[in-house]
């Protein structure tokens, strides 16, 4: 037991989140439980994970979820283990729970991502067909996030658009969107990247579109249903900084306008999650169990997945060649993961704010802002 690496999850507590600050102890070994000495309160080591009050043995949750993400059905694992139905579905939504909270932690933060692509899927429910929009960073094969909809629509491909707004920012240089030949895209691209220009009147300020951004289009011919040929379209921007972009994300001399790296990772998610195997009989139930798988799929992918394309060459005397998942690509981690150390890893609550009342502060309040809020 680690108390240094350990954060109080109370939110009535000044030092929530707060670690290496010497204000969490250890209250019993056998019990495995910490104690926050500004609180007061006791808590269990696995609060804030999706081992928390779980019966089952944490092995046995771990190597479950390892068969969910990597496309093994719920009856099979019924079969195998023993367990209800109901509850490998409880700990696919656990850990479900906790990929989201991990990839909205670490991977929507802004950074440089240069080239993005973007395509849907269609997935077959119970009852009902829905679309799940998804998006990719080319440079380090970083899945920036999904959005599922009932519908094709402008809101689906603009809700995309602000998971990849969080991932980006116009201050790391150029940015080129390559899409198929669906224009919802195009709206949605231009709509949501855009940046208030100030005008030092009062009012609602211009909002105008990033002087930096591309967007390309790859459209497919097909005939007697084969693909006869490719039509390539640029949409925003000058031939010659997109071509610049793809070169820099993609490799000098062999890059084009293209979609390939997003419908590779579709052909994963179809491995990888069930319930969207092409001709299949597992189906989804329920349009939530599907948003928990693809976080599941996508954590995963992003951070315990080794890339063979992202390889690198070794030092001298040591490895040949070194492994990368995108995550460690993009710079957000050292090392692969493995699916045990991301469920246990605690995503930190937000920082402690003093409450808002009318009035002078307290004295105590003071002290505690003073401490807790610098």
Known sequence: MDPQNIFCPNMQCPARGRTGVGNIGIY?????????????RTFVETKGTPFYRLKTAKGVFTLVVTLLCYGCPVQAIVAAFGLDERTVRDWLERSGRQSQSVHQHLVQKPRQVGQVQADEIRVKEQGKVVWM???????????LGGVISEHRNLALTTALMHRVHACSSALYGAILFCTDGLSLYVTAIRKVFRQAVPSGHRGRPELRAWGNLCIAQSLKQYAQGRVVGVVRRIIQGSAQQIQSVIEQTQGSG????????IERLNATFRQRLYSLVRRGRALARQTESLHRGMYLVGTVYNFCTEHKSLRVRGLVGGHKWLNRTPAMAAGITGHCWSVEELMWF?????????????????????????????
């Not at 070994?29 to 500004?38: L, S």
């Not at 062999?254 to 790296?261: D, E, K, L, M, Y």
């Not at 930190?348 to 807790?372: E, N």
């Open 28 to 40: 019993s070994h056998k019990e495995r439980r910490y104690i926050c000495h500004v609180c007061g």
């Open 133 to 143: 929009a998804m998006a990719i960073m080319v440079r380090s094969r970083l899945w």
């Open 254 to 261: 062999n890059g084009v306008i293209n979609v390939a790296f």
């Open 346 to 374: 605690r995503v930190p609550v937000p920082a402690w704010s003093a409450p808002k009342r009318r009035g002078r502060q307290s004295r105590a309040t003071k002290l505690l802002v003073a401490r807790w809020c610098t």
